[in-house]
C-alpha cells in the first residue's frame, strides 16, 4: 500500500476514533434528521482514484532455448524486476441516498454515477538483449519508465451501515457492487524482447467494501470521508492471452506488466430534503366539501322550550 493510502487510512480511523472517545455512544445518527426531513438525498462526491500493486515489485524474466536439454544455447531476451508506482488519479460523482429505518443491516442504499482517471507508472531494472546490429545481453544502468492512465465512467450501488458516536457523528461501514466501463486509455508499446503489456479490460464488475466515518455539519447536510476498496473482481470483458510475469485472477486487475486492485478514497456530501410543511387542507369547488350539513339533520335535535316561555309570561303578568 503507497503512502498516500497509508496516510488516508489512517486519518480516518483517528477522527472516528477521536470522536467516539469525545461524544460517547448514541443510537442513531439519522434519529434527528428524519424528524424534519425525508428519507432520501442527493450525494455529491470526488476524490482519489488508485491502486493497490500486487506485488510492488515482479521478477520478470525471459529466456528462450535454441538448443537442446542436453546441449542448451540459453537466449536471454531480458531479465530483471519490474516495479509497479500507481500514481494519484481523481474521480467525482453523483446519486442519490435512501434511508431506511429500523432496518437490522443497512440503515441506507445509494446509487451513482461516476467518472474517474486512473494513472499508473511502471520501470524495470535488469539486463535486456540489444537489437541489431549489437545483439549481446546489457545492463540496463538507467530505469526504464512506463506511464500510462484510463479514464472510466462507473456505476456503483452501495449499502451502509452506521453506528452513531456522538450527536453529530457516526462512524460506518459498507459493502457494494461497482461496475466500470473504460472510455479511453493510453497505447502501450510493445517493446522488443519484453512481453506484451496488457490494457485494462474494455469492463469489469467487483464486489467493493469499505469503511469511513460522518459528520452532520448543519440541518440536512452531513459530509462523509472514507475508503473502499475492490474485493473481488466478478466479471470483466474477455482479452487476448499473452505471457506475463504475474497473473492478478480475481483479486484485481492485469494492466502493463503487473497486476493492480483498484481503491478509492471519496469525500461525501449528502443533502436531504425537507419535509413539506403541515397546514390546513387547500380549499376545493367539490360541493360535496362545501355542505356544512345535510339538508336531511335540519329541525333534528332543536331545544324544546315552549314550557319556560308560559312561565316567563305568567311571571310579567
Not at 524495470?124 to 544502468?141: C, H, I, M, Q, R
Not at 526504464?144 to 462507473?154: D, G, I, K, P
Amino acid at each position: 500500500m503507497t503512502r498516500f493510502a497509508q496516510a488516508s487510512l489512517t486519518w480516518a480511523l483517528v477522527a472516528s476514533s477521536l470522536t467516539a472517545w469525545g461524544q460517547g455512544v448514541l443510537d442513531s445518527p439519522f434519529e434527528s434528521t428524519l424528524r424534519t426531513y425525508e428519507r432520501k438525498a442527493w450525494t455529491w462526491s470526488g476524490g482519489a482514484s488508485m491502486l493497490m500493486s500486487m506485488p510492488s515489485e515482479v521478477q520478470s524474466a525471459w529466456v528462450l532455448n535454441h538448443g537442446t536439454l542436453e546441449a542448451p544455447e540459453m537466449d536471454t531476451l531480458h531479465q530483471g524486476i519490474w516495479r509497479a508506482e500507481p500514481l494519484a488519479g481523481w474521480q467525482m460523482g453523483l446519486g442519490h441516498l435512501w434511508l431506511r429505518e429500523d432496518a437490522l443491516w443497512a440503515d441506507r442504499l445509494s446509487a451513482g454515477i461516476h467518472v474517474s482517471q486512473t494513472r499508473n507508472t511502471e520501470s524495470f531494472l535488469g539486463v535486456v538483449k540489444g537489437t541489431e546490429p549489437d545483439t549481446s545481453v546489457a545492463f540496463v544502468d538507467s530505469q526504464m519508465r512506463t506511464q500510462a492512465s484510463a479514464l472510466a465512467v462507473e456505476l456503483r450501488l452501495q449499502s451502509m451501515r452506521a453506528v452513531a458516536t456522538g450527536p453529530d457523528g457516526f462512524v460506518e461501514i459498507r459493502t457494494g457492487m461497482r461496475a466500470a466501463y473504460t472510455l479511453s486509455q493510453t497505447a502501450l508499446e510493445n517493446r522488443p524482447h519484453f512481453f506484451k503489456p496488457m490494457a485494462l479490460p474494455e469492463w469489469h464488475v467487483a464486489w467493493t467494501a469499505g469503511i469511513g466515518c460522518g459528520l452532520k455539519i448543519y440541518r440536512g447536510r452531513m459530509v462523509r470521508l472514507g475508503v473502499d476498496v475492490d474485493v473481488l473482481q466478478l466479471a470483466q470483458a474477455p482479452q487476448d492471452m499473452t505471457f506475463r510475469a504475474v497473473n492478478s485472477d480475481v483479486r484485481g486487475l492485469d494492466w502493463m506488466q503487473s497486476g493492480y486492485r483498484p481503491w478509492r478514497a471519496i469525500l461525501n456530501v449528502d443533502l436531504y430534503r425537507r419535509k413539506p410543511e403541515e397546514g390546513c387542507a387547500a380549499p376545493t369547488r367539490s360541493p360535496v366539501s362545501k355542505t356544512l350539513f345535510d339538508p336531511k339533520m335540519k329541525g333534528v335535535g332543536k331545544a324544546k322550550n315552549k314550557g319556560l316561555k308560559k312561565a316567563l309570561k305568567k311571571r310579567d303578568s
